[in-house]
């Protein structure tokens, strides 16, 4: 008789120690959800907003992996940030090259604001937002355009990197600057074809930067 006794309040103390153990485990994943939904650097939240294109571009055939999106996700996993990818929501652009230059170029000329997918989750709980993208005819894409006008910025820091084949940034910060009115940091300009073709060094480019920019 003791020992069933004995026997039984080891299994309901056995069958506890499990459940405790799990409801922890549980716990645990949920943190990890909520600190994912927005990251930390140095009590600073970042996000990195970018806008590339696949297909067909300049200097590298046609790529699967959009070489301004290369260096978007080089930027958050560096600093911790979200990522947020512009997208249009009529995707029309074309993938020769070709055709998509002359397509921007009407859609600039144009000046058009083409609707984007979605939304930023809780915006205002980012300090820096990091955004990028192609240059197109000096200029930045009109999507990101739509992204910028779409959200508030005031008391924000806001650092522009684009990639490009030749012009750089040709300026664009200053139209970042115009747009969101946010503190404008120095921006980045990386060759689409090293952000491709040469990760090691488009790694270096962007740490560099990063370190002196404070991250
Ligand atoms: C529509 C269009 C216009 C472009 N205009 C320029 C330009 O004015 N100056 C430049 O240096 N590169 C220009 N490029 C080259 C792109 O900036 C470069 O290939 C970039 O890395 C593409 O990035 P993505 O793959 O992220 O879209 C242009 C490319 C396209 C498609």
């Known amino acids: 008789m003791k020992l069933k006794i004995f026997v039984t309040v080891l299994l309901v103390v056995c069958v506890g120690a499990i459940f405790l153990l799990k409801s922890n485990n549980n716990g645990g994943n949920v943190m990890a959800a909520a600190e994912s939904t927005t990251k930390v650097n140095g009590g600073k939240k970042v996000l990195v907003a970018y806008f590339s294109r696949t297909g067909e571009q300049y200097n590298v055939g046609n790529i699967k992996e959009g070489n301004t999106a290369i260096i978007g996700k080089m930027i958050a996993d560096k600093t911790g940030g979200n990522i947020f990818e512009i997208k249009v929501e009529k995707d029309n652009y074309p993938k ?36 990028g993208y192609p240059n197109w005819w000096a200029d930045m894409p009109m999507p990101v355009y739509t992204f910028l006008e779409s959200y508030d910025f005031s008391g924000k820091t ?47 480019k962007v740490s560099d930067w990063l370190k002196e920019l404070g991250f």
């Not at 990197?161 to 600057?177: A, D, W």
């Open 158 to 204: 806001v650092i522009p990197f684009c990639t490009h084949e030749g012009s750089g940034l040709s300026g664009t910060e200053r139209n970042v600057k115009t747009v969101t009115k946010a503190d404008v940091k120095k921006g980045l300009a990386i060759y689409g074809h090293i952000a491709q073709n040469s990760r090691t060094e488009a790694d270096k």
């Open 96 to 131: 020769g090259y070709t055709a998509l230059t002359e397509y921007a170029q009407k859609e600039k000329r144009a000046n058009e604001r083409p609707a984007i997918i979605g939304k930023v989750d809780n915006f205002a709980d980012y300090d820096t937002i990091f955004i």
